[in-house]
């Protein structure tokens, strides 16, 4: 089935720093969605792309949907200490029948004050 | 409630022993979705349901699992018999089905499961 890897799996970063971070496929996705996961909370959505190429930004956020479709980026300015958490790529699996979604592996997020 | 409501939000149980986990969807909601957690893991598909029918089941780990959702709304998720390798946060997300909004789920925070 499709599977989806994130990169880097963790980052440690100062307070202030930009963050960039992203999402490959072994397939083409039709949409791209990245969520935020706060300590003991469930996932939350930040964005979501239906577009190759579309580039979308909420706040401080920027994500980007690849042009090969297999692939997306999400970057942070200017971070500050609520950002903090694991942000999951998804994507709807096509290959099943259904419109569940496919996980990414998550990039936690730790940002020093 | 305008959100996904679960319960309980944690359960320890000794091994063995059946447990029911519940899912409260956003009105209106006609997809829903559980998910499995485990420690520092990303979210495993478990099953989805569209109304009160479940056209995926094929992440069930086991017979041991299944779950149901009755009046297109509430969902219950049962694991019998557990056993420790079941200890994870079992998240539960709805959605509106399609159109461009199709896939964008709604959590809820989890039922924390400790098999003892």
């Known amino acids: 089935g499709q599977q989806l890897n994130q990169s880097p799996q963790s980052m440690f970063i100062q307070e202030g720093e930009d963050v960039s971070m992203n999402c490959t496929s072994s397939s083409i996705f039709n949409t791209w969605l990245w969520y935020k996961q706060d300590p003991g909370e469930g996932p939350v959505l930040l964005i979501a792309l239906y577009k190759a190429g579309e580039l979308t930004s909420n706040g401080r956020l920027t994500a980007q949907f690849g042009i090969t479709r297999k692939d997306s980026f999400l970057n942070i300015s200017a971070s500050i200490p609520s950002d903090v958490g694991i942000y999951f790529c998804a994507g709807p699996d096509y290959g099943g029948a259904t419109n569940k979604l496919i996980f990414g592996t998550g990039t936690l997020l730790a940002v020093q004050p | 409630g305008a959100g996904v409501s679960q319960s309980p939000s944690n359960k320890v149980t000794e091994k063995g022993k059946d447990v029911e986990l519940r899912c409260d969807p956003i009105s209106g909601h006609t997809a829903l979705y559980w998910y499995r957690q485990s420690l520092g893991q990303g979210l495993e598909f478990l099953i989805y349901?569209?109304?009160?029918?479940?056209?995926?089941k094929s992440g069930l780990p086991s017979d041991r699992f299944s779950a149901e959702r009755t009046g297109g709304s509430v969902s219950t998720l049962t694991i019998q018999r557990t056993q420790q390798e079941d200890s994870a946060v079992y998240l539960c997300?709805?959605?509106?089905?399609?159109?461009?909004?199709?896939?964008?789920?709604?959590f809820g925070e989890g039922s924390r499961l400790t098999v003892l």
């Open positions: 997300a709805s959605s509106l089905v399609g159109g461009r909004r199709t896939g964008e789920l709604f």
């Open positions: 349901f569209q109304g009160n029918s479940a056209p995926d």
